[in-house]
């Protein structure tokens, strides 16, 4: 079955552009994350999502960072006035449930600030 | 900032070598995962242990949990050439939220 895309899979964009990166999960997962991982380094928590509740933002860097999921499905990571730390790959992941833990990541975004 | 750390973080084996790695991490679990991944992008889950288990083994895997000394360790035995990758544990904080926490990585390479 289809896992979690994401879109696109590179990103090359100026300093001080905005950039947005799209996830689609897998259907029916109530769960989705957003990571960050910088080069040769493990993920760093972003932002996570499940259901209709707020979500929890406590790891965004910055507020230049934002996501939403509309219709408890697709999610969009936005980066606004892109700086050079913002370069590195950015993985969603979803899972069934809260309860199971198991997250299912897609192939990331690899973003290049210049 | 992050729970876990990985040790060794490199590590070189021949093929059919065991490989075994480890992971300490500071607060308390309800599990913990262990992941692996390719060429620096998605991950794919291989593990996960709760934290009232001591040991589970899938396959070739082996993971054992001690949350007395908050280390768990991952055995690959019989390696192989396509086991090469980076593996990470991650655990979830007790949060019930289901954000996970990732140790730094151990990369594995299986030499033919």
């Known amino acids: 079955g289809a896992g979690v895309s994401q879109s696109p899979s590179n990103k090359v964009t100026e300093k001080g552009k905005d950039v947005e990166l799209r996830c689609d999960p897998i259907?029916?997962?109530?769960?989705l994350y957003w990571y960050r991982q910088s080069l040769g380094q493990g993920l760093e928590f972003l932002i996570y999502f499940q259901g209709n509740s707020a979500p929890d933002k406590s790891g965004l860097p910055s507020d230049r960072f934002s996501a939403e999921r509309t219709g408890g499905s697709v999610s969009t990571l936005t980066i606004q006035r892109t700086q050079q730390e913002d370069s590195a790959v950015y993985l969603c992941?979803?899972?069934?449930?809260?309860?199971?833990?198991?997250?299912?990541f897609g192939p990331g975004t690899r973003l290049t600030v210049l | 900032s992050q729970q876990g750390e990985e040790d060794p973080q490199a590590l070189s084996i021949q093929e059919g070598e065991n490989a075994t790695m480890n992971c300490s991490y500071k607060t308390s679990i309800n599990n913990l995962q262990w992941y692996r991944q390719n060429s620096g992008r998605g991950l794919v889950h291989l593990i996960l242990?709760?934290?009232?288990?001591r040991e589970k083994h899938s396959g070739r895997l082996r993971v054992t949990l001690d949350t007395s000394k908050k280390s768990s360790s991952l055995l690959i035995t019989a390696s192989r050439a396509a086991d090469t990758a980076s593996y990470f544990c991650a655990t979830d904080g007790s949060s019930n939220t289901g954000k996970l926490i990732f140790g730094q990585g151990t990369t594995l390479q299986v030499k033919p």
């Open positions: 259907s029916g997962h109530t769960a």
């Open positions: 992941a979803s899972s069934p449930s809260v309860a199971d833990n198991e997250q299912f």
């Open positions: 242990i709760r934290s009232n288990e």
